[in-house]
C-alpha cells in the first residue's frame, strides 16, 4: 500500500511570508497527526484529526497556525506569518481506528526561515 | 507536561555487539511506551510497543524493557549491524491522543 505522502519536501521562505504543506495519509486511516521536529530534537504534536473532527491542538501555536482536514482524507498546515524558529521538518503521520498503535509516518517537509 | 530523556550523546558500538538504548521519563508512568527508528531526511518507524503491565517485549534481534519504578525503558539490538545505524526515538502514549517523543539517541555500528 501507499505511505503518507507529503508536499512539497523542501521549501525556504522569508520571514513574515506564508507557506502551506499538504499531507496525504494512507487510505483509510482516520486518524491524521501534525508534528514539528526541530534539528536535533524529537518530533512535537501540533494537531490531532480524527476524520475531520480536531481531537488535539494544544501545542499548536493558533495565531499563526492553522490546520484543517476537510472531508476527512488530506490535510493542510498553513503559517502565516512565519518566524524564524518555524525552521524545522514538518512531519504527517496516519494510523488506522483499528491498530491506534502505530503511526505511520510521511518523509516529511523541510522548511528554512530566513 | 511529561519529559523524556535520551542520551544525546550518540552510542558508538562494533558490529556484532548489543547496543542499549536508554529511555527514561518524569512524572506519571504512560499506559504504552513506543521505540521508532529515524533515518536522516526521514520519517520516523514504528518498531515496537510496550504496555505498562508487560516487562519485556521482543521482535527478532530487538528487545525492549518497561520499568515503571525507575521510570525507564531500555531498548536492545542484539548482534548490531550497520545497517542498524540510525536515531532512535521512544515515545509514550497515555491513549494515543497525544504523543511524546524524546529527542534520541544516534546509534552508530562499525564494521
Known amino acids: 500500500e501507499a505511505g503518507v505522502a507529503q508536499s512539497p519536501r523542501y521549501k525556504i521562505i522569508e520571514k513574515r511570508q506564508s507557506v502551506a504543506f499538504w499531507c496525504n495519509p494512507i487510505s483509510g486511516h482516520a486518524t491524521l497527526y501534525w508534528y514539528q521536529q526541530i534539528l536535533g530534537q524529537g518530533p512535537k504534536l501540533l494537531i490531532q484529526f480524527q476524520n475531520n473532527g480536531v481531537v488535539d491542538d494544544s501545542q499548536l501555536p493558533k495565531d499563526r497556525f492553522s490546520a484543517e482536514r476537510l472531508k476527512g482524507v488530506d490535510s493542510t498546515l498553513k503559517i502565516q506569518p512565519a518566524k524564524l524558529e518555524d525552521s524545522a521538518v514538518y512531519l504527517c503521520a496516519s494510523s488506522s481506528t483499528g491498530n491506534k498503535e502505530t503511526q505511520y509516518f510521511g518523509p516529511g517537509t523541510r522548511l528554512l526561515v530566513l | 507536561s511529561q519529559k523524556i530523556e535520551q542520551n544525546s550523546e550518540a552510542l558508538n558500538i562494533q558490529e556484532g555487539k548489543t547496543a542499549t538504548l536508554t529511555c527514561n521519563y518524569t512524572?506519571?508512568?504512560?499506559?504504552?511506551l513506543q521505540w521508532y527508528r529515524q533515518d536522516p531526511g526521514r520519517g520516523p518507524v514504528f518498531l515496537l510497543l510496550?504496555?505498562?503491565?508487560?516487562k519485556e517485549k521482543r521482535k527478532e534481534r530487538l528487545k525492549v524493557t518497561f520499568d515503571t519504578t525507575l521510570k525507564q525503558s531500555l531498548f536492545h539490538i542484539t548482534a548490531s549491524q550497520p545497517a542498524d545505524s540510525a536515531t532512535y526515538l521512544c515515545?509514550?502514549?497515555?491513549?494515543?491522543?497525544?504523543?511524546?517523543f524524546g529527542s534520541g539517541t544516534k546509534l552508530n555500528v562499525k564494521p
Open positions: 512524572n506519571y508512568s504512560p499506559a504504552y
Open positions: 510496550i504496555r505498562e503491565n508487560e
Open positions: 515515545a509514550l502514549t497515555y491513549n494515543f491522543n497525544k504523543f511524546y
